[in-house]
């Protein structure tokens, strides 16, 4: 349980303690809140993205040739997809965390951060369960894991990052302007289509292409398929250190950790007033 309001007097560790536990309680009872009432619980959580790995898949690959570009063009576009779902769920929840948590805000004393991190955090457990299918297509291909598979995981933390700074930024907004929710939904769609998830980013012009690259999510994806997938001339495995050499790896980063840090600034800075504005 949450305890009450009041602040928690003690030493910094165990304030940061009772911080992660009531973050690990959040995050459990969000994720069993997800699919309380469904027949299907949590087999929607891989149903979903390989629903629209289908459709992609049949509408480009199949109807408008994209797969004969290269063999692994259908691992490559369900890494896509299952990377963009965890970014646009965790973005998305977490944006109308705050405000949906108001009866937490009002009555109860603990860090506000928690309640977004907390949002971005279940998405990251649904996403978890959507990377055993994309290993289901790396086997199912046939291709053999190498050591430099592990890099995936700083890549995969990046991304997290930049969620949680974007998911931050939106639900400060959100707070106050409402009007959000709808003009995010718009931006998700748009972002989709703008990256480099359906066809290879090779597709885009030069100045397009350094353009989307300075998009973290873009770098993110490019890098995990070109570590995964076996390089070849489709250009599904360019990085942004082909594009944007010699900052191509640092410019996105940089991005990401700027974004982060605005969004930890502005939240912490419009936290007080949370409670009289939702």
């Known amino acids: 349980m949450i305890e009450a309001t009041g602040s928690r007097r003690g030493s910094p560790g165990r304030g940061i303690a009772h911080g992660l536990r009531i973050l690990q309680v959040m995050v459990l009872a969000e994720f069993k809140l997800k699919y309380a009432g469904s027949a299907l619980g949590y087999v929607w959580s891989v149903v979903k993205p390989l629903t629209l ?78 990377l055993g299918v994309v290993v289901g297509f790396v086997v199912w291909e046939g291709l053999v894991p190498q050591p430099d598979w592990l890099l995936v995981v700083p890549l995969l ?36 289509y703008a990256s480099p998830i359906i066809y290879p ?11 989307a690259f300075l998009f973290p999510f873009t770098q993110v994806l490019q890098d995990v398929r070109a570590l995964i997938l076996p390089h070849d001339d489709s250009g599904l495995t360019v990085t942004a250190e082909d594009a944007l050499d010699p900052f191509g790896r640092v410019l996105p980063i940089a991005i990401t950790l700027m974004v982060f840090a605005f969004g930890v600034a502005l939240f912490k800075r419009r936290e007080p007033w949370f409670a009289e504005r939702v």
């Open 157 to 192: 933390l990046e991304l997290y990052l930049f969620t949680l700074g974007t998911a931050l930024i939106l639900t400060t907004v959100f707070v106050s302007l409402r009007d959000m929710l709808q003009v995010w939904e718009l931006g998700v769609q748009l972002l989709f």
């Open 201 to 211: 980013i090779s597709y885009l012009p030069p100045w397009l292409r350094d353009l």
């Open 53 to 130: 790995f289908t459709i992609m898949y049949l509408v480009f690959g199949r109807l408008f040739n994209l797969d004969e570009i290269s063999p692994h063009y259908g691992l490559a576009l369900l890494i896509g997809i299952v990377l963009w779902s965890f970014f646009a769920d965790g973005t998305n929840q977490g944006m109308i965390s705050t405000v949906h948590r108001e009866s937490l805000l009002r009555r109860l004393s603990f860090p506000r951060v928690i309640i977004p991190t907390a949002a971005t955090l279940t998405a990251a457990m649904t996403f978890g369960i959507n």
